[in-house]
């Protein structure tokens, strides 16, 4: 009896829009949300992952506004943001598995010049400290640079800001992008593939997955999905106006097409690793999300393959780093505790009265706001994709977590609903 009413909650739960019950008032409530004056959103995808299988997925708002204005589908590519890191750390594993990185080597030995903090030379920096962001790497001195500049000239540099000269490598936890530039400048090095490539056939192509680091190399079909990111104000401007027009901020493909960056043509891998932005620049799809998170809860296997050792998954998100009140920067209460290049949340600060904990990681870029949290012990998990906030998120805190009120109001509706079926 037991196994036929999960079957029964199951099928309800997956009618999505077109179904009554509790998949259609979870259809109005995340609708309801998304339209919401205080904070609107251009569009939502999100999908809901119970007992290793997706039990919901629902799509509201246009991908693209104006003239060509489209729906957000299913298969709409979001750029993720700094979720993106996470994925890039999924690629990592894949070469550490293979022997070709190690966690705790000086990483002077992949770039082939000595990475140092110019403030503390005589302390190594490992692959373990960038993806837990303790290398004392900052970003103040910028963490994206085109195919003519050499990462190597800026790390090396001594430019103001590149470094903290506080803390050396090795214990305070400071979220740093540049970190992941280095990463990839890495992954490159020891492979002798453009980064972008090289996750397709790390991660990407092995799952059937679409999207992808490059959208210059994205087919018509991928392109004519990418869903355009908002905000209502300019993109020149800090000044929010929920009453003005959806302006776009990136990815505006229906006024003007991809194209590869400059100088692409004579890159040479290994030189910058910051040119597809590991840190943040993945298109992907909510849908395509879900399948991720399957993996992760079936111990890194994905339908017939071995994507990731069981033991690498574990690994990857254990815990590296703790908060003890002294040891790091919190950025407002957000960050607590870290895996490698993944987040750790407790019970209390993902969905309204607590009971969730997960691993995972947040994103917010150009109006997006993204998140991948997963229970791997239960098999539960939740992708939200927001492209394109209305009014300024700082003023829409949330009110039990550093996020923002729109993304509990989405997680706790998904989570009592599509997962507890309340």
């Known amino acids: 009896m037991k ?14 829009a077109s179904g009554g019950g509790m998949a259609a008032s979870l259809d109005q409530e995340l609708a309801a949300i998304a339209a919401d004056p205080a904070m609107p959103l251009a569009s939502l995808s999100v999908l809901a992952v119970r007992g290793g299988k997706v039990r919901y997925q629902y799509q509201t708002g246009q991908r693209r506004i104006g003239a060509a204005a489209a729906p957000a589908n299913a298969d709409t590519l979001f750029r993720i943001a700094s979720v993106s890191k996470m994925m890039t750390t999924f690629g990592v594993m894949r070469l550490i598995e293979q022997h070709q990185l190690e966690l705790d080597a000086d990483v002077s030995r992949y770039l082939g010049y000595a990475l140092r903090n110019p403030h503390f030379p005589d302390q190594p920096i490992s692959l373990r400290m960038l993806l837990t962001h303790t290398s004392s ?18 790390l090396t540099g001594g430019a103001a800001g590149m470094w903290a000269g506080d803390h050396g490598p090795g214990g305070y936890f400071t979220y740093t992008n ?12 020891v492979s002798g593939e453009r980064f972008d490539r090289l996750m397709k056939r790390l991660l990407l192509e092995p799952m059937g997955l679409r999207g992808g680091y490059n959208p210059s190399e994205f087919s018509p079909e991928e392109i004519d999905n990418v869903a355009t990111l908002y905000r209502k104000r300019a993109v020149d401007s800090e000044v929010w106006n929920p009453d003005g027009p959806w302006i776009a901020q990136v990815d505006d493909y229906g006024v003007r097409p991809p194209v590869a960056p400059a100088g692409l043509a004579g890159y040479v891998a290994g030189s910058n690793g910051t040119l597809f932005s590991p840190t943040g620049g993945l298109r992907i799809s909510a849908a395509d999300l ?19 050792q069981p033991e690498s998954v574990a690994l990857m998100f254990r815990q ?5 009140g002294s040891n790091g920067d919190t950025h407002r209460g957000l960050y607590h505790s870290w895996g490698l290049g993944s987040q750790r949340f407790d019970d209390r600060r993902l969905v309204e009265g607590g009971g969730f904990s997960a691993v995972g990681h947040l994103g917010e870029a150009y109006g997006l706001i993204s998140t991948f949290v997963v ?5 539960n998990g939740m992708v939200s994709l927001i492209g394109g906030t209305g009014a300024d998120p700082d003023r829409n805190p949330g009110r039990y977590s550093a996020m923002t009120r729109s993304e509990e109001r989405i997680l706790t509706a998904l989570y009592r609903h599509a997962i507890l079926g309340r």
Do not use: C, P
């Open 3 to 16: 196994r036929e009413m999960q079957a029964l909650m199951g099928m309800l739960l997956m009618a999505g």
């Open 137 to 154: 790497l900052r970003d103040e001195a910028g963490y994206f640079w085109g195919a003519d500049v050499a990462i190597r000239d800026r």
């Open 178 to 189: 540049l970190n992941w530039g280095v990463i990839g400048t890495i992954m490159e090095k």
């Open 290 to 308: 879900g399948k991720i998170m399957q993996m992760l809860t079936n111990h890194g296997r994905y339908q017939d393959r071995q994507i990731l």
């Open 320 to 324: 590296q780093w703790k908060h003890n």
């Open 375 to 379: 229970d791997l012990r239960r098999s």
